[in-house]
């Protein structure tokens, strides 16, 4: 209790309040700009952080892509143009609903249901977390090699498409968390005789560059033109909510319990949540044969999904220090210039911190009612901004960032070339998700082992001479043993096709 007075005191201040609103009107229009995704929010944000303490930062990145999910909605609904990829599994409902007349409905439906998905996510949260550290409070160094390695296998297992280019990814990922000072000898490695590479590549602009300036090179042909003008009023937009969530109440709660699951996955994030979400509702559902019509079912439990898993992104990132998606990764990042390293320990000794995210994430939830009733009588000015005027604003922002993380031009061309090789990865189907995981799991996964290789004086047995150690490495044997087991089914399913 007394921990939870503290959060309060440091979260219902002037100048945290006024952060909140503020990341939450932005997340609102990064979020509506089709392609401008709540990651890109995210790593946009990163420079600002940089002059707040630890709780306003986190409470700006939460608060911007809690609102940057649902704003994705409104071109989706709109313009049939997906915001984020966390909206793209429900655009089709939402559309045709406009089409009948109900996109008030739509767009009401959206909002209700994130928020009813946020709060249900940051229950959970708040109920898992705690108790998942006070188990990991046990774990050794080798019990974190397994978790982490653990959390690599599961991103190649949920980063869809082609698993052999996840593999690719997470490899060229690895070898970049490689580069630098090794952690034991004081060896250099990878750094061609470089001493700004001594220190290694920093995540920052990395993430920067694979968001961010990936994106902008891939829409740079659009540079030129206008966005499309929304003529569409969109009157009442919760009129007639009320009884379509009553009906479909178990949808909600459904959506915002599996979202929470998903997102504590490493590499899952918000689409992989809704996608997964909307089968699961179809699957279910009495009258599966509407959906894809302007059917509300499917929508109700994806919109509630999709704000839950950002609540689970944070129970590992939180309790083990290993990112559940590409924001939180982020957000570790950030905590880590703080001089706050997340673990079990965190929730002891920065306990009032933990609960003021939890408290920040309620806000930033409930926020979302008054600021998205807004955002949906704006749309129309929102959505006309000429991308032009917009690129090169957002380019600018990110060279400041880049540079702000360590004063120096050379994360600028750091940031620079990860947006060239993110272009490239997208243009080939190679998944980031990976290559990111990697980049933060790597440290993890070589300081560990060597720690645990050290004390057993080089006996390798001892990673699997404990009970949770030895699960979890069973756990990470047999997610690759189904990795190359898809693999192989993959390849002779296109072996046969190619040959008939």
Request: glycine share 10%; aromatic share 8%.
């Amino acid at each position: 209790m007394d921990s939870f007075l503290a959060a309060t005191t440091l979260v219902f201040t002037w100048d945290v309040m006024l952060i909140v609103i503020s990341a939450s009107v932005f997340g609102l229009f990064m979020g509506a700009i089709p392609g401008l995704t709540a990651t890109m929010a995210t790593a946009l944000l990163v420079p600002v952080t940089f002059f707040m303490e630890p709780l306003p930062a986190i409470a700006a990145i939460v608060s911007a892509t809690a609102m940057a999910i649902v704003a994705g909605d409104l071109p989706g609904a709109l313009l049939r143009m997906p915001g984020t990829p966390a909206s793209a599994v429900y655009t089709d409902e939402a559309y045709l609903m406009g089409k009948q007349g109900k996109i008030g409905v739509a767009l009401g439906l959206n909002i209700v249901c994130s928020m009813l998905g946020g709060i249900i996510g940051v229950v959970c949260l708040a109920m898992l977390a705690p108790l998942i550290a006070d188990f990991a409070i046990k774990f050794t160094s080798d019990e974190y090699f397994w978790l982490a390695l653990l959390g690599l296998s599961c991103a190649i297992l949920v980063s869809g498409g082609d698993r052999l280019k996840g593999v690719i990814s997470m490899l060229a990922g690895l070898a970049i968390s490689m580069v630098g000072m090794d952690s034991v000898s004081g060896q250099a490695r990878f750094t061609m005789g470089s001493y700004d590479l001594l220190a290694g590549i920093s995540i920052l602009p990395v993430l920067i560059g694979l968001f961010a300036i990936s994106e902008l090179i891939r829409r740079m042909p659009e540079s030129h033109n206008l966005q499309q003008e929304v003529q569409t009023r969109v009157k009442k937009p919760f009129a007639g909510v009320g009884p379509l969530l009553w009906k479909y109440k178990f949808g909600v709660a459904r959506g915002g319990v599996l979202g929470t699951l998903i997102g504590a996955l490493p590499g899952a994030g918000a689409d992989i949540a809704s996608w997964i979400s909307y089968a699961i509702a179809r699957k279910f559902s009495r009258s599966p044969e509407k959906f894809g019509t302007g059917h509300p079912e499917g929508l109700i439990s994806a919109s509630s999904a999709n704000n839950a898993s950002l609540s689970g992104a944070y129970i590992p990132a939180l309790v083990f220090g290993i990112p559940g998606d590409a924001i939180t990764a982020i957000i570790i990042g950030v905590l880590m210039t703080k001089g706050i390293t997340p673990g079990p320990d965190v929730f002891v000794s920065e306990a009032p911190l933990v609960n003021a995210i939890l408290l920040v994430f309620i806000i930033a939830n409930l926020l979302l009612l008054p600021l998205g009733f807004l955002a949906i009588k704006g749309a129309r000015h929102i959505l006309s901004i000429p991308s032009g005027v917009l690129f090169p604003l957002i380019l600018i922002f990110c060279m400041v960032g880049a540079f702000a993380a360590n004063n120096t031009m050379f994360d600028v061309w750091i940031m620079l070339a990860f947006g060239l090789l993110g272009y490239v990865m997208a243009e080939n189907d190679f998944p980031v998700g990976p290559l990111i995981l990697a980049v933060i799991l790597g440290p993890i996964i070589e300081s560990n082992f060597m720690r645990s290789i050290i004390k057993a004086n080089g006996d390798l047995t001892a990673f699997v001479d404990r009970p949770i150690a030895i699960t979890l490495a069973v756990a990470a044997a047999l997610i690759w043993g189904m990795i190359v087991a898809n693999g192989i089914a993959s390849s002779r399913t296109k072996s046969r096709l190619s040959f008939n």
